[in-house]
Structure formats: C-alpha cells, structure tokens
C-alpha cells in the first residue's frame, strides 16, 4: 500500500514535519498534506501541543482532510503521547507539534494506530502524493464531517494508573507550560503523590524556559525540588513526548542513566537504544541484548517492533514501552519513574550504576566536504577496531568506543568518545583523523 517509486520531494525528517510557522511550515503545506493523509486514510484525529501556530495548522489540516472525504475527529490540546493513545480507534493520528524545538517552530507528525510513527515508506507515500499531485479528492456532498472527541486525556490516564502501583512521594512537575500540563499534574495525584506544580499553564510562547528539558533549562525545577524538599522532579518538552528528571539532592539524572534504569526496572532479552548511547547501559544490563540503531525515536520504535524488545528509548528524553505503545511515553515514563524510587532514593539508585568519561566535540565541514571526509574518516576508524555504520561511524575498542556523524542540520561532523580509561586520548585520535579528512 505504502510502496512507491522515486520521489524527489523530502518533507520528513527524523521526527516528522518541523519548522519556522509561516516560514517552513505554513497552511498550504498543512492543507497539502491534510489532503495526502485523506487520500489513504478513512478517519483522523487530531491534536495540538499550545504552540501559537497551532490553531492556524490545524484548520489547514481540517480543510484538506475533509476535502477528501475524510472523517475527522478533533481532540485540542493534549499531549503527544494521548494523540498516539487516542489513535487506536482511527486510520491514523496528526499530532501538531514542535516538541522540544522553540516556540518559533510548529510541526506534523503522523502516527499509525499502535502507536508508531509513520515510517519511511509510508513517509515517502504522503510526500510521492502531494509532489504527483495525486489527491483523492470528493464531490460537494461527500466532504468528510468534523467533530469533537471526549475523554481522551482521562482515557490515557487510566490506561496508565491500571498498570501502576499507588506511591506518596512528593513530585515537582515541570511542564514547561507545555501540553503535558493537561495530564501529568493529574495522574501523578491520582497514584497518590503529593504535586507541587511548575510551569503547569499551556502557554505557546513558552515564557517560562526552552521546551527542551536539558539540564541547562532546568534551573527552576532544580531550586524546587531542594527548597520544597520533595523525592523527585519531573519535566516534559513542548509536547511531553520526553521526560526527564531531578533527583532529590536536585541532580539532574543523564538519559543514558535513565536508559539504564527503565531497562533494568524489568529486565528482559533485549533492548535498543541508538548508536550514541553510553556504555553504562551495556554494562548495568549485563546479558540483556542491547540493539543499536540510528538516532531518532521513529528508528528506536522500528528496530523494537522488528526485533521484539521490550523496551527502547534515547538518552533525550524518549522512552518507548510497546507493550504500552511504540509512541515516546514522556506520561508513561513520569508514572514509571514515580513507582521506581518507591524504596529508595533516586540517588542512591543512580550511585549503583557504572559511570564513565565521555567527551563530545563538533568540527566545522561543508557541506559539499562532508560525504568525502566521512568515507577517509571511516577507512581511518576501521584500523582501530569494529566498525558499524548504522548511523554515521561508530568504531568499539575493549575499553570504550567512538562515534563520528556528520549533522544533519549544521556543517558539522559531530564527535562522541566514551572510555573506562583514558578517553582524552581516544576523542583527541577521533579529531585528528576528522580534521585530517576535512583538509
């Protein structure tokens, strides 16, 4: 159904449609891709982090849904993870959203009804439509009808709350006045927890800090979670498709040590994680299969529904749960997180994991450089030890590994290097062979 042949328009990146409002993203490229949706799926629904542009998408989207006879279901303002919840009941779910992108930005993302994010072909599909053309469209009395769905946030919370223990820890929630402030406050309660609310009012300005819940942007959550002296902090980006999260001594916890604990929580056969994950989950999970694949969470859901892991994430902020859903559960994970430290400090837990130095560098490569130089750089890597290409150049030693990858966005090749010992001397080697191929 999805399969089509060479098209040259590139809409999608890793993590759907994302860009400036009215710049990039704008209503008739809304309404184009409305009208491609339409065209292979019977019934929608729609929802929308409280990004300014958000309203104006929308009604693009509206339009070319209906114009091919689409049935459309609208759920407002909800998070990332409800719109993939709800999505189960439909052909497909449009999630507007910019995620941990700023305020400026507005984005599509398409979803299948388990959860998944469209995937490449089926992204090629929606972008062969709109380049050819190729619309589905329907006569004046076939037009598709639009109305209001219900319950979808409270559907999500008790899905949530049927699989979790009740706890009574204290919980400072950042949403960052994005849209997890409409369920995150209220399931956290539910489980029993006192909620000391920051940054809980949707606001598409995001005046509060960057959505992107990185610990430079934490600052507020940090001070919280020490003055009220509460168990944990919780924090969300603009659509809380991410979480992450502050210990009680108002440590900011790694992804990559998060990876490690969410996987270890129940311990199974395999677990995928991308190529730029720390060894500190290979290590804390001992036996387990830890899959590799390319940075992304569509790539992350991909290689778990392939291989039949049962857990996945980045050390972003996305956590994926498929016997939950292959969507990035920021709400799932809050909960998960919550029921974690129910015997023991967050801190405490995270001192038993390994630790070990990781240095990360960028070099400046134009773009026209940048095929040649990856293709030196990679016959340079390969006589340092096993070398795996998922996703740009990833070499392991005994002892640690590096990975070189040229950014997508920025002329830039990107540098990650991760040792037990001596990793200066490992990142200094990765440098010197990238600055010698981009000569």
């Known amino acids: 159904m999805w399969n089509e042949g060479v098209c040259i328009l590139k809409l999608f990146g890793s993590s759907g449609i994302r860009g400036p409002a009215n710049k990039v993203i704008g209503p008739e490229l809304a309404l184009n891709v ?41 759920g407002g303002l909800m998070s990332t993870p409800t719109l993939a919840f709800a999505t189960a009941d439909y052909d497909c779910g449009i999630m507007i959203t910019a995620s941990h992108n700023p305020a400026e930005d507005v984005g599509i993302k398409l979803w299948n009804p388990d959860g998944m994010a469209f995937d490449s072909q089926q992204q090629k599909r929606i972008e ?33 709350l049927s699989k979790m223990q009740p706890s009574h ?45 990185v610990e430079k942007n934490l600052g507020q959550l940090i001070k919280a979670v020490v003055a009220f002296e509460a168990d944990i902090g919780i924090a969300h980006d603009g659509d809380a498709d991410r979480m992450m999260v502050v210990d009680e001594q108002g440590n900011f916890v790694s992804g990559d040590e998060l ?13 995928v994680v991308p190529v730029d994950t720390s060894m500190i ?54 909960a998960r997180i919550v029921n ?19 240095l990360r560098g960028t070099i400046e490569c134009p773009e026209a450089r940048k095929e040649q130089a990856m293709q030196q750089i990679k016959q340079s890597l390969e006589m340092m030890g096993d070398v795996t290409t998922i996703d740009g150049i990833r070499v392991d030693l005994e002892d640690g590994w590096v ?27 990765a440098v010197c062979i990238a600055r010698g191929a981009i000569q």
């Open 34 to 74: 409305g009208m491609a949706v339409g065209t292979v799926a019977d019934s929608v629904v729609i929802g929308k982090d409280p990004r300014i542009a958000a309203d104006m998408i929308e009604q693009a989207l509206i339009a070319g849904l209906s114009a091919t006879g689409c049935e459309v279901t609208l």
């Open 128 to 160: 062969h439509i709109i380049e050819n053309n190729e619309y589905a469209t329907v006569a004046w009395n076939e037009v598709g009808d639009v109305k209001y769905g219900e319950e979808f946030v409270e559907r999500h919370c008790n899905a949530i």
């Open 169 to 213: 820890k204290r919980v400072v929630v950042d949403c960052g006045c994005g849209a997890g402030s409409t369920i995150t406050p209220y399931l956290l309660r539910k489980l029993g927890c006192e909620i000391i609310t920051l940054n809980c009012q949707p606001d598409g300005y995001f005046p509060a800090r960057s959505p992107e819940p």
């Open 259 to 271: 990876l490690a604990l969410f996987a270890l929580q129940q311990k199974q056969e395999k677990v």
């Open 281 to 334: 989950v290979d290590d804390a999970l001992g036996e387990t299969e830890v899959l590799r694949c390319r940075v992304g969470d569509v790539y992350v859901a991909e290689k778990i529904k392939a291989s039949g892991a049962y857990f996945g994430g980045e050390p972003s902020g996305s956590w994926i749960f498929p016997d939950v859903s292959y969507c990035p559960d920021g709400i799932y994970a809050a």
């Open 340 to 358: 974690l430290i129910a015997g023991r400090s967050l801190s405490k837990i995270v001192e038993d994991l390994p630790h070990y130095p990781t």
């Open 403 to 429: 990975l070189v990858r040229p950014s997508g966005t920025e002329p830039k090749i990107r540098i990650t290097a991760e040792a037990r010992k001596d990793v200066d001397d490992l990142f200094g080697e």
